[in-house]
């Protein structure tokens, strides 16, 4: 539920009310009685901590360390099949 200010136009007394969206809104000072408005405020600031707000950002670190592992893997995979290439490359050139 959100918390709206008022301000009295007579006697500029500052208050505020926490109150559901659906009631209605306050009409009377409490301490004159007189009519009071409604002001605009800022409301709550939102702070947001940390490197981002991503599923991946709190990963456990079990998950962490196998990730990291299967990615040294993929490499090694990778290198392996260029240097078999390279090979072959090398083969043909010195049949020709």
């Avoid at 000072?29 to 490197?51: D, T, Y």
């Avoid at 990778?78 to 078999?84: I, R, V």
Wanted: net charge positive.
């Amino acid at each position: 539920m959100p918390t709206y200010e008022y301000e009295c136009t007579h006697c500029g007394h500052q208050f505020e009310k926490f109150q559901s969206m659906t009631e209605p809104p306050v009409k009377r000072c409490p301490e004159c009685r007189h009519k009071v408005k409604k002001l605009l405020s800022g409301g709550a600031g939102i702070i947001f901590k940390g490197s981002g707000f991503y599923q991946t950002d709190y990963r456990s670190s079990e998950y962490k360390k196998q990730a990291k592992e299967e990615s040294k893997q993929a490499k090694d995979a990778s290198s392996d099949n260029k240097k078999k290439t390279t090979d072959k490359k090398k083969k043909k050139k010195t049949a020709d």
